[in-house]
T-cell receptor, first 113, second 116 residues
Framework: NAGVTQTPKFQVLKTGQSMTLQCAQD?????MSWYRQDPGMGLRLIHY???????DQGEVPNGYNVSRSTTEDFPLRLLSAAPSQTSVYFC????????????FGQGTRLTVV | AQSVSQHNHHVILSEAASLELGCNYS??????LFWYVQYPGQHLQLLLK??????LVKGIKGFEAEFIKSKFSFNLRKPSVQWSDTAEYFC??????????????FGKGTHLIIQP
């Protein structure tokens, strides 16, 4: 099983450029989310989705857009990259339910110069 | 909003030493609790989880954690650490429908270094 797949693994952007981080899962999970990991800050929730067509903001949503047109995919868009968005980004997915756990992708290390 | 506090940001131990990493959370209702581990350059992996029942939970690689509701704590323990336990450890809570990917709150992490 592929699990949660993120692409690319590494990316360097110039300030003001746009890009999309891809996330796909093959486990038919209803829930998907994006986190960013910064040194000394742990992981912080950016956006999440509880199903196709439904998205919501997390703790740090500014500067990011998401959409969920299919169950499998949950792309994260940076419309105008800023140095403050330099981080490691993790996508996660899970089943819906009371007793469930999140599965994480391998991460995307993004540097904005 | 809920929050998670991990007491130790950096811990250095020798092999065979015992480990205890502290985790406290703030939330008035029922929560699901997790410890994740991140080995250098890798993604997060679930060590153990608590949803209900026995407050002493056992996870992979000899780790265990105890949920003390009155103290809002979920401390991670291992009796004898190995060099391969060198990693970043994260405590996380989810007060919603479960432990799913709809809103985990993480602590800031503890960087554990095991010296041979």
């Amino acid at each position: 099983n592929a699990g949660v797949t993120q692409t690319p693994k590494f990316q360097v952007l110039k300030t003001g450029q746009s890009m999309t981080l891809q996330c796909a899962q093959d486990m038919n999970h209803e829930y998907m989310s994006w986190y960013r990991q910064d040194p000394g800050m742990g992981l912080r929730l950016i956006h999440y989705s509880v199903g196709a067509g439904i998205t919501d903001q997390g703790e740090v949503p500014n500067g990011y857009n998401v959409s969920r047109s299919t169950t499998e995919d949950f792309p994260l868009r940076l419309l105008s990259a800023a140095p403050s968005q330099t981080s490691v980004y993790f996508c996660a997915s899970s089943y819906r339910g009371q007793i469930t756990e999140a599965f994480f992708g391998q991460g995307t290390r993004l540097t904005v110069v | 909003a809920q929050s998670v506090s991990q007491h130790n940001h950096h811990v250095i131990l020798s092999e065979a030493a015992s480990l205890e990493l502290g985790c406290n959370y703030s939330y008035g209702g029922t929560v699901n609790l997790f410890w994740y581990v991140q080995y250098p350059g890798q993604h997060l992996q679930l060590l153990l989880k608590y949803f209900s029942g026995d407050p002493l939970v056992k996870g992979i690689k000899g780790f265990e954690a105890e949920f003390i509701k009155s103290k809002f704590s979920f401390n991670l323990r291992k009796p004898s650490v190995q060099w391969s336990d060198t990693a970043e450890y994260f405590c996380a809570v989810n007060p919603y429908s479960g432990g799913g990917a709809d809103g985990l709150t993480f602590g800031k992490g503890t960087h554990l270094i095991i010296q041979p």
